[in-house]
């Protein structure tokens, strides 16, 4: 069992790294919350990034539950709440794409796994809309928690992302919403929970569906789509405070409808591998209700 032990101190409540459970199988002190400060575990040694990195690589994903203290949780539920019941703040998404998020390829017919449709829907609030002293700025902007997905995720180097909306940003799903099944424009995901549905709401992921060399691996593809793999893992044990970071560029991946009265409310956080990228037409117009010319 590996033991977390540097304590660094944040000037603000910021986040808590406290790693347990099946999926990671690591056990992290808890932060605490003293005279405004949060007290911060994070790993002391290359070592001791072992097992958060060796579950990741073989996985596809990683789970971290509580990584957020009760205290910082509950306020970024406070920030993102109103502004995501605010019409006016907020862009209701509801769309149906392809999992390749993509333009239709005329080559293929409407039911061709190229070309058939998902449907999604929830509502978003982006990075533009949060205050200059957001909560959920200061959580994505500090550099330890860019170091802690940098190692995990094994790259050299890693950047915040220099796109206005998709930087960081809010999300809710209803009774009845999702996000149907796709692969991401970028290598990874960063996911914070801030609150969790009754039923439904459950995150779904299938490893490497597809890869570099084929980018559209159509019989991988379809077997997720028709249930005939049984690769497909639901990570249906998550809570709110807790991180999830998968690498959904190859790997295909949904939020299952959710059901009942309470909503799916996370933040995504979106980091680059270089500097300057930012979210192609399709996505800021499928997904944010944004277009280039506004400055996406």
């Known amino acids: 069992e590996s033991k977390l032990i540097t304590m660094l101190a944040f000037t603000k409540p910021l986040c808590g790294f406290g790693v347990q459970g099946k999926h990671v199988g690591v056990r992290g002190r808890r932060s605490k919350l003293l005279h405004n400060t949060v007290t911060c575990a994070v790993p002391k040694a290359d070592a001791e990034y072992s097992q958060l990195v060796s579950t ?9 539950p509580a990584f957020l203290d009760e205290a910082t949780t509950n306020a970024l539920l406070a920030e993102a709440s109103p502004l995501l019941d605010n019409q006016q703040t907020c862009f209701s998404s509801r769309d149906s794409h392809n999992v390749y998020q993509e333009e239709d390829d005329s080559r293929y017919d409407a039911d061709h796994v190229r070309n058939r449709l998902h449907d999604s829907s929830k509502r978003i609030v982006d990075f533009e809309r949060l205050n200059v002293s957001s909560p959920l700025r200061r959580v994505y902007n500090d550099p330890k928690l860019l170091e802690l997905v940098r190692r995990c995720t094994g790259l050299e180097q890693l950047y915040t992302s220099a796109c206005p909306y998709n930087a960081a940003y809010y999300n809710r799903y209803d009774e009845g919403d999702g996000l149907g099944w796709h692969f991401d424009n970028s290598q990874f995901g960063v996911n914070l929970v801030l609150q969790m549905p009754i039923a ?6 299938h490893k490497d569906t597809r890869s570099e060399e084929d980018r559209y691996s159509f019989q991988r593809v379809s077997d997720v789509l028709e249930g005939l793999s049984t690769g497909v893992v639901r990570v249906d044990d998550v809570k709110p405070g807790s991180l999830i970071l998968f690498n959904g560029r190859n790997s ?8 009942g009265s309470r909503a799916r409310i996370n933040a995504i956080l979106t980091y680059e591998q270089s500097p300057g990228k930012r979210l192609s037409a399709y996505s800021l117009s499928k997904f944010f209700g944004r277009s280039l010319e506004s400055g996406g």
């Open 56 to 64: 990741y690589r073989k996985n596809g994903w990683l789970h971290i």
């Open 252 to 259: 295909l991946h949904r939020v299952s409808p959710v059901i």
């Open 200 to 205: 439904g709401g459950t995150f779904e992921f």
